[in-house]
């Protein structure tokens, strides 16, 4: 009876082993820009894999100097991103949220029309759109921080629609039934009762987007006026695309700073963003 | 869903549950794929100064050696990457089950890089695989092959964490009395493996087949961040972009001149209807092979 078991025992040690090991290998390249953010950009030059010297290590200078790196403030780079991200989201999910319970519980012709479109629309790769849907956001002025969710919103809806239907679905019709008889019109209906049964695929779809639009480069890049406005992954293409006469300790020091939110936010929410992604997946 | 009682109500607030969404819809998708498609055959610069030219645009899009190279190098990617991605995410997900210490800390660590941005992980991974090749005196963009495989090492390393995400989900929904029936039988656990676990892992094969090679065919941003399409070489007089993929190559067109605008956009009409054959062909022929558990 002990030999199985201890055989079992010595695999799962080695198991363990590779899988630490596997882990190294995907935690260094972040590792790798944290300690090149502390190192001159000589240094970097030289020798990427090195550790900081006593020569090579200039402290937090890197990040102040990433700050006003490239002739454009770093810090508008976020507050834009933050900004476009936060109203994108909400936009997205108060909308498609309200339309997919509409879609769900009418089922009309146009209704139905509208639900194939959006599945529709999500086989379509944005390359295609890319070009005509820069001119359409020139003509009507969303070309700018303050109006550029509604193309998300726009171009988003698909994926967003397409989940919530599937979750309305699945509600039972009787409990917003007992709300019309109670008096209920369907805002009411809609806000206090559904939406309230809906949050766990607010939270997932809310992930979804959020990753999308937070990490989206093309659809800004295109769409914003670049003198004036940037978002962090525009600003990092930036940085890149002047190379030659690049600071690269200082460019990995915007890069850190660019992931640092991310992994705060991920380290204390994980559960919810694999799930939601998970759910995104199965779904889509 | 026939409940009078609440349909006519709704129906009623069309303006406020449908109409903004529609209105942004139409905006954002519907209109600038139409007009997407109407320029395809046109010469233009801008859509007000479009000029009908049938199809010679398609003609030009399908001669240009650019857009062939990327056509491969595409298919070449996607097929390596799905074949990589899928097998090592598999493995992890597998190993990851089976009871192991640490297991949790070890799926948010493989997850990470998904949280990350493509074109920030391109800069990270271009400043890592130049850093390498110092050390042979050469660097990444002074070879297609360094571009290419640094692409798949890059795209494998930030989606072999999603991929597992789905292997561990549908490993965990199957039912433990299959395993242990196996056992019983005598089956080793390489048997279990290939005669209970794989076949009632198709769907979320399917699933993971079907991302990987999507993805695969629309990466952008970690092409451009990486390489940007660099080496570029003549081949039949036209400048090449080695390690450029479709979506890049259709970008890079269009940024060419005017007088490619209509071809770039014909090159991205025939890449939607690529993409769309892909994921249904994808979807109906993997879908058949699935276990009903």
């Known amino acids: ?284 | 869903m026939n409940s009078v009682l609440i349909r006519r109500p709704i129906r009623r607030w069309f303006p406020l549950f449908i109409l903004p969404t529609f209105a942004c819809f139409c905006i954002g998708f519907v209109w600038p794929f139409l007009q997407g498609i109407y320029l395809s055959f046109c010469n233009f610069n801008t859509p007000r100064d479009a000029k009908w030219v049938g199809f010679s645009n398609y003609v030009k899009a399908f001669s240009d050696a650019g857009f062939q190279h990327a056509f491969w190098n595409t298919a070449g990617f996607a097929v390596v990457s799905i074949i990589l991605i899928n097998v090592l995410a598999f493995a992890i997900a597998y190993g990851l089950t089976q009871k192991i210490r640490g297991a949790n800390l070890f799926r948010t660590v493989f997850f990470m890089p998904n949280l990350i941005g493509g074109v920030v992980l391109g800069y990270i991974w271009s400043m890592i695989f130049d850093a390498i090749l110092k050390g042979y005196s050469t660097y990444l963009t002074a070879n297609a092959t360094y571009g290419f495989w640094g692409l798949v090492i890059l795209v494998a390393w930030q989606q072999i964490g999603y991929m597992m995400i789905i292997y561990i989900a549908g490993l965990q929904a199957i039912p433990e009395d299959l395993n242990e029936a196996a056992t019983i039988d005598g089956a080793t656990r390489w048997q279990t493996l290939t005669n209970v676990t794989i076949p009632n892992m198709m769907p979320s094969i399917t699933i993971c087949t079907f991302l990987t090679l999507t993805n695969s065919f629309k990466l952008f941003d970690q092409n451009l961040a990486l390489t940007g399409g660099a080496p570029s070489v003549i081949m039949n007089g036209a400048k090449v972009n080695m390690t450029e993929l479709l979506a890049l190559n259709i970008y890079s067109t269009y940024n060419i001149s005017k007088n490619w605008h209509g071809a770039a956009q014909a090159k991205a009409v025939v890449f939607f209807l690529l993409v769309a054959a892909l994921a249904i062909a994808q979807l109906t022929a993997t879908r058949s092979k699935e276990v009903q558990a």
């Open chain 1, 1 to 284: 009876m002990m030999k199985p078991k201890s055989r079992y025992s010595t695999l799962s040690t080695i198991v363990t082993v590779v899988f630490i090991a596997l882990c190294l290998v995907w935690i260094v390249p972040v590792l790798e820009v944290l300690v090149n953010s502390f190192k001159t950009n000589a240094a970097v030059n030289t020798n990427a894999f090195a550790l900081p010297t006593a020569e090579s290590f200039v402290g937090f200078d890197n990040y102040v100097k990433g700050m006003t790196f490239g002739n454009y403030p770093f810090l508008k780079s976020v507050g834009f991103s933050l900004f476009i991200t936060v109203v994108s989201v909400v936009l997205i999910l108060l909308f498609t949220s309200m339309s997919a319970w509409y879609i769900a519980r009418v089922n009309s012709g146009f209704a139905k029309f509208f639900y194939y479109l959006c599945l529709f629309s999500m086989i379509v790769p944005f390359q295609m759109v890319m070009f005509t849907l820069t001119f359409t956001a020139d003509q009507l002025k969303l070309n700018t921080p303050w109006t550029i969710p509604i193309v998300y919103l726009g171009f988003g809806a698909g994926l967003a629609i397409f989940m919530f239907v599937g979750f309305v679905k699945s509600l039972p019709l009787e409990i917003e039934e007992a709300a019309a008889i109670d008096g209920c019109g369907p805002v009411r209906t809609f806000f206090s009762v559904v939406l309230p049964m809906l949050k766990p695929t607010l939270i997932s779809v809310g992930i979804l987007e959020v990753m999308w639009v937070w990490n989206d480069y093309l659809l800004p890049y295109l769409v914003l006026d670049r003198t004036k406005y940037m978002t962090i992954p525009i600003h990092v293409q930036y940085l890149k695309g002047s190379y030659g006469s690049v600071d690269l300790g200082a460019t990995m020091a915007v890069i850190m700073l660019s992931i640092i939110p991310i992994i705060i936010v991920y380290i204390f929410c994980q559960k919810h963003i694999i799930k939601g992604v998970a759910a995104g997946a199965v779904k889509g």
